[in-house]
C-alpha cells in the first residue's frame, strides 16, 4: 500500500481488526527501537500482538501521541465554554389575542436554579444580557389544580388531597376544607399546611364529626370542598367535591306487611359509614291506639355485615307493631319502621 499516514485513521474500527502496516511501522519506530527500520513486517507484527493491547485498548490508541512528541494530548485543548458567543435571551408572555400579558408573577430559572422572581411589566417580557447558553426557563406562578384522592369517602377514613402549581416548589400553601355552599373563612371545618416539591404537594386528612356542625337537614352525606392559598395571593379550589358519607341507617323494615301471630318474621335495616362488625339493636314496640304504645321486647343484638343487620321475631299476639333500629357506638343512629299486621 502507498499509505504513509500516521494518524487516528490508521487505527482498527474493531478489536478485532489489525492497524494498517504503516501504523504498525510508526509504533515500532515511536517505541525508541533501533532495529525497528531493520524489521520485516511479520516481525513488527509479532511484536504488536505479543502487546496484547486488543484488552487493553486506552493503551493502544494512546501510542500514536509519543511518536507525535507529545506527552499530553490534550495539552493546548481550549475550554468549549469559553467559545461560546455572550448573547441575549427573552421571554415574551402573551394572551390569548396575542397581547402582552403584564402583571403576572413569574421565576426566572437557569439548568433548573432559581435566578429571579418578580412580576412582569407592562411589556410582559424578561430578557436576560451577556448568557453563553439557552438554558433558560420561565415559569408563570399559579396553583394550577386541586384535586381530592377520591370521590367518597366516610368518616374515619384517610382522605388525599393532591395539589399541582407552578414556580412554588419548597414553598407552605394552606389548606382549609368547607362543607360546599359554606365557604367563609369562619366556616371552615379544618386548616392544614401542604409543602410543593417538583410541582406537586399532597395533603392527608381524616374527617371525623367533630369537624362537622350539627345540622338536622345535612342527610346522609356532607359535601366538601378543599381551597389552597399561598401568601402572595395565589390561590384555587377542587372543581369536583368529596360526597363524605356519614355513617347513618339508611332504611328499616319487615320482610312482610303482615303475618300471623304463629309466623316468624324478619326485621332488617341498611346502614352506611359503619364498619363490620357493629352491633345494632332492635326494639319491637305495640301500637296502642288508646294509649302509648307499648314497647314488646328488645332482640337479641344483630352484627353489620356489609351495610345490613337482620333478625328474626315471632309475633305473640295478633296486634299492629312497629320496631326501630339503633347504633350507639361513637356515632349514636336510629331509625323506625312501619306497620306489621300479625292476625
Not at 486488543?54 to 511518536?67: N, Q, V
Not at 485543548?77 to 469559553?82: F, R
Not at 356532607?222 to 339508611?250: F, N, Q, Y
Not at 302509648?292 to 337479641?300: I, P, R
Request: glycine content about 8%; charged content about 25%; overall charge negative.
Amino acid at each position: 500500500m502507498n499509505d504513509d499516514r500516521f494518524g487516528d485513521d490508521a487505527l482498527p474500527r474493531h478489536a478485532d481488526e489489525l492497524p494498517s502496516i504503516q501504523f504498525l511501522r510508526g509504533w515500532a519506530r515511536g517505541s525508541a527501537d533501533p532495529e525497528a527500520f531493520a524489521l520485516d513486517d511479520d516481525e513488527i507484527l509479532r511484536r504488536w500482538r505479543a502487546q496484547d493491547r486488543r484488552f487493553a485498548p486506552h493503551l493502544e490508541y494512546g501510542t500514536h501521541t509519543s511518536a507525535r512528541g507529545h506527552a499530553d494530548p490534550l495539552h493546548d485543548a481550549v475550554p468549549l465554554q469559553s467559545l461560546a458567543q455572550p448573547h441575549r435571551i427573552g421571554f415574551v408572555v402573551l394572551d390569548g389575542v396575542g397581547e402582552p400579558f403584564p402583571e403576572l408573577a413569574f421565576v426566572l430559572l437557569h439548568r433548573g436554579r432559581e435566578l429571579e422572581r418578580g412580576v412582569l411589566g407592562n411589556d410582559a417580557t424578561v430578557r436576560r444580557a451577556d448568557v453563553t447558553d439557552d438554558e433558560y426557563t420561565l415559569q408563570l406562578v399559579g396553583i394550577d389544580a386541586v384535586s381530592w384522592g377520591a370521590r367518597h369517602a366516610g368518616l374515619g377514613e384517610p382522605i388525599t388531597l393532591h395539589v399541582r402549581a407552578t414556580g412554588l416548589d419548597h414553598r407552605s400553601l394552606e389548606v382549609r376544607v368547607f362543607e360546599e355552599f359554606r365557604e367563609r373563612d369562619d366556616d371552615e371545618l379544618t386548616t392544614t399546611t401542604i409543602t410543593v416539591n417538583s410541582g406537586i404537594g399532597v395533603a392527608v386528612w381524616t374527617p371525623v364529626r367533630s369537624h362537622l356542625p350539627e345540622d338536622p337537614a345535612r342527610g346522609t352525606t356532607a359535601t366538601l370542598v378543599a381551597e389552597v392559598r399561598h401568601g402572595d395571593g395565589h390561590w384555587a379550589k377542587t372543581d369536583i367535591p368529596l360526597m363524605l358519607e356519614l355513617p347513618t341507617i339508611v332504611t328499616v323494615g319487615w320482610s312482610a306487611p303482615s303475618s300471623t301471630s304463629d309466623v316468624a318474621v324478619e326485621l332488617g335495616a341498611t346502614t352506611q359509614g359503619f364498619a363490620d362488625g357493629t352491633t345494632l339493636e332492635f326494639d319491637v314496640w305495640r301500637v296502642d291506639w288508646s294509649g302509648d304504645d307499648v314497647h314488646v321486647l328488645t332482640l337479641d343484638t344483630a352484627t353489620i355485615i356489609g351495610g345490613r343487620a337482620t333478625a328474626s321475631w315471632i309475633p305473640e299476639l295478633p296486634a299492629e307493631y312497629w320496631f326501630s333500629a339503633s347504633v350507639s357506638t361513637n356515632e349514636l343512629a336510629t331509625a323506625s319502621s312501619g306497620l306489621l299486621v300479625a292476625t
